[in-house]
């Protein structure tokens, strides 16, 4: 196998070292010709004026006698040297005494010289002679030609890189042969003898090394072939005793693979036998999952349409005159419907969580009023259990959040719910603050706490933590099983800690993000008179309500004072109607204001500057208070602002408004709202009344329930969507289907809005608010 020369490992060689040499030696030629260059200058210069030098003296005696025939021969002997091309001396007038010139010579090379050394040179020396230091007697001018030097200069640079061009050929040529003989030739030995190994046997030929490379990598290189090759030798021996084994072992794998595919046969008839059956058992479980759907909507609407009526109809009760006896037994079952509503929404929120078809909002809200509220629900509770509900948010809590503040709220609910359930003495505190990017939430209680084996089931549905737990508080177990799920769909987390009594602590952390556009706005306004007024704080130190009014107070920099220690301040104290003797004490403040805070519920109201506060702590209500007891804010104002409130939503027009609902309690219950609201309601039973009574009345705005005989409500609302005059006549779902997808099937129907039932009047307000249409007054009055 032969290579081109070029292809050669020689070539390569001596190419690649010649021309590192060679740009080596092209440098080192370059520096000596600089080198030279400025020698050459150098020696030019020194030439030059020693040859004026040497002619100074007799020029100043020729000068100074005027001997012109002198002159001539001296100018002449000047002229001698190779590089004069003139000379001449002159007198103190510039006159010339005597000049002698001759011409340059011509070359082809003379601009190199020009160009390195210059055309010509011309050079002046002042004559004069001892006698006379300080009488100049004229000038010895000499014009000097550079080409004799920069001949010479070009001749030596020539030479020196012709002999470093020739040296590098021969260095070439020299490397190239003994490239070839040391190092190409031997491999090509072996490459020759490589090419001659067969495929087939390659064990029968060793490489022999070359002479003179025994001990070099050309002799170690041979040696490894030659092991690889005694390798593949050995290889070969036991791949031929294994092929002769394995003909052995061909005849039983034959019988064996016959045997193992009666086998697997037998064993895969079964297996489709098996898959046959798991795709009838999934088929089964995918009708009783459908079922099982189905049947939690039909129930969830057979059960809040009638539910509905219940509540709707205990609202309106109470909303009439009645007796204290009557009004107890009416807010009682108000309270067991509202109970059983709840545990409805945890039966159905709970299946959306493990069906994963619970959706999120992700939208603004305060965690500070979400708590406010939270407590303000439970207080009543609290209340008549005697326990304190203590409401602890941190001052510096950001004012908004992005989230979902109803799975918030829900989930709030239901660990204070539970943490009052289980409290007969003591408090329960709610705990908020925000660090690290999340928010972190604690409900704290003083009950009867739970074992280390409570703790492991608490969050497993239908479970409490003993049965005695069960049968002395009652409860399904589904509260903090809906909780710890609604916690991680927001990816949270919730933790408990408890000792069988000493109460428990739960802890819920939410990552949060603020909203973008928090800032001062969404702060109160605190006037900055109150820090000059000061609160005289008339509340135990060990009460916990004190630290938290305390905290918000400090927050304002409102100073904080002893009541016995400032008189002229406001006084905070803590009172209740049993109380006689903080009472008296407030009656006879001399400050500006009173502010009793009210944990109890029972407080009447005081003098005309006494504030009543009600616990739990609500931020906003605390500066309020501050403002009317220090009289900064004259209740007069509020109540002129709260009727101007009421006064433009008095002045809003009346709607008229058709409500299609089969259920006759139903219609009732929304006709009676709708009349206490000051609208207008006409009542269909089913889609096509409401069709009939379009055709033949104006109306404002519809609410439209969804299941009803004859024609449904998805139905009917896609027909009044055909008709060009409906197009913008607002529709407005009010259903008792809750589950996943109702609210989109209905707006996709072509509704505009959507409430569930049971309702409240306050959410019917705000849903026909929020439709209300501009031209209401005009529509009203055709």
């Not at 490379?213 to 390798?231: A, C, F, K, P």
């Not at 693979?257 to 036998?273: F, W």
Request: aromatic share 4%; net charge negative; hydrophobic share 40%.
């Amino acid at each position: 196998m032969s290579k081109g020369f070029k292809q050669r490992l020689s070539y390569r060689l001596t190419r690649d070292t010649v021309l590192v040499a060679m740009a080596l030696g092209l440098v080192l030629n370059v520096i000596q010709i600089t080198l030279d260059y400025f020698s050459a200058k150098e020696s030019m210069e020194k030439e030059i004026h020693a040859l004026i030098d040497i002619s100074n003296s007799p020029a100043s005696q020729i000068a100074y006698n005027i001997d012109v025939r002198l002159a001539e021969e001296l100018l002449d002997g000047l002229l001698r040297h190779p590089a004069t091309i003139d000379a001449r001396i002159t007198d103190n007038d510039n006159e010339t005494m005597a000049a002698a010139s001759k011409s340059s010579p011509v070359s082809s090379y003379r601009w190199v010289s020009d160009l390195l050394f210059g055309p010509d040179r011309v050079f002046r020396q002042e004559l004069q002679v001892p006698q006379l230091e300080d009488l100049p007697l004229g000038n010895l001018i000499v014009t000097i030609d550079t080409y004799h030097y920069g001949a010479q200069f070009l001749q030596r640079a020539g030479y020196t890189l012709i002999s470093g061009l020739l040296k590098s050929l021969i260095l070439s040529a020299a490397l190239l042969a003994i490239f070839y003989f040391v190092l190409t030739r031997p491999m090509l030995n072996v490459i020759s003898a490589l090419s001659q190994v067969q495929a087939s046997t390659p064990e029968k030929v060793r490489l022999p090394i070359p002479a003179n490379h025994r001990e070099d990598e050309i002799g170690t290189m041979v040696g490894i072939i030659n092991q690889h090759l005694e390798t593949i030798d050995s290889s070969l021996a036991q791949l031929r005793h294994a092929e002769s084994a394995m003909k052995n072992y061909s005849t039983q794998l034959e019988q064996e693979v016959a045997d193992r595919t009666r086998e697997i046969s037998e064993k895969n008839e079964a297996l489709q036998r098996g898959n046959r059956a798991l795709v009838k058992a999934k088929e089964d479980a995918v009708r009783r999952a459908r079922a099982r759907a189905n049947f939690l909507a039909s129930m969830s609407h057979e059960i809040r349409t009638p539910l509905n009526g219940v509540l709707g109809m205990l609202g309106l009760a109470l909303e009439g005159e009645l007796d204290p006896a009557q009004r107890n037994r009416m807010e009682i079952a108000l309270n067991a419907g509202e109970s059983l509503l709840g545990l409805l929404n945890d039966i159905l929120d709970i299946s959306k969580v493990e069906a994963g078809k619970l959706s999120l909002e992700n939208i603004p809200f305060s965690v500070r009023h979400l708590i406010e509220e939270c407590a303000t629900l439970h207080a009543q509770q609290a209340r008549r259990k005697q326990i304190l509900l203590v409401t602890e948010v941190d001052p510096d809590l950001p004012e908004n959040f992005l989230g979902d503040p109803t799975r918030v709220r829900q989930v709030l609910n239901n660990l204070l719910s539970n943490a009052i359930k289980f409290t007969d003495e003591g408090s329960v505190r709610i705990r908020a603050a925000y660090s690290g990017g999340s928010l972190r939430i604690d409900v704290v209680d003083t009950g009867i706490g739970m074992s280390k084996e409570g703790l492991h089931r608490i969050f497993s549905p239908f479970s409490q933590a003993d049965v005695d737990t069960t049968r002395l508080y009652g409860g399904t177990g589904l509260g903090l099983t809906l909780c710890r799920q609604l916690v991680e769909r927001m990816h949270g987390q919730i933790l408990v800690d408890s000792r069988e009594g000493s109460g428990t602590h739960f802890t819920v952390t939410l990552p949060l993000p603020i909203h973008e556009t928090y800032g001062a706005q969404d702060l109160p306004r605190v006037d900055p008179r109150l820090k000059d007024i000061g609160i005289a704080m008339a509340i135990p130190a060990d009460n916990p309500y004190r630290s938290a009014i305390e905290a918000q107070l400090r927050k304002w920099g409102i100073p904080i004072r002893g009541a016995s220690r400032d008189p002229d301040g406001i006084l905070l104290a803590l009172a209740s109607a049993e109380d006689k003797e903080t009472l008296e004490f407030a009656n006879d403040w001399q400050g500006p204001g009173v502010i009793l805070a009210d944990a109890t519920g029972t407080l009447p109201p005081g003098k005309a500057n006494h504030q009543l506060l009600s616990l739990p702590l609500r931020r906003d209500e605390l500066l309020r208070c501050l403002g009317l007891a220090a009289g900064l804010v004259h209740s007069d104002d509020q109540h002129a602002h709260r009727a101007e409130t009421i006064d433009q939503n008095a002045a809003e027009p009346s709607l008229s408004i058709l409500l299609v609902e089969d259920n006759q309690v139903n219609q009732l219950v929304a006709t009676s709202l709708l009349k206490k609201l000051g609208h207008r309601a006409e009542p269909a039973e089913n889609g096509l009344k409401a069709l009939q009574a379009l055709e033949n009345n104006h109306y404002d705005l519809v609410l439209m329930d969804c299941q009803m005989p004859v024609m449904d409500g998805y139905e009917a609302t896609q027909r009044i969507r055909q008709n060009p005059e409906w197009q913008q006549l607002p529709i407005i779902a009010v259903t008792a289907n809750v589950m996943q997808g109702d609210r989109e099937d209905c707006l996709a129907s072509g509704m505009n809005d959507y409430i569930t039932k049971p309702y409240k009047r306050e959410e019917l307000r705000a849903v026909i608010e929020r439709w209300r249409p501009s031209d209401s007054a005009e529509v009203s009055g055709r």
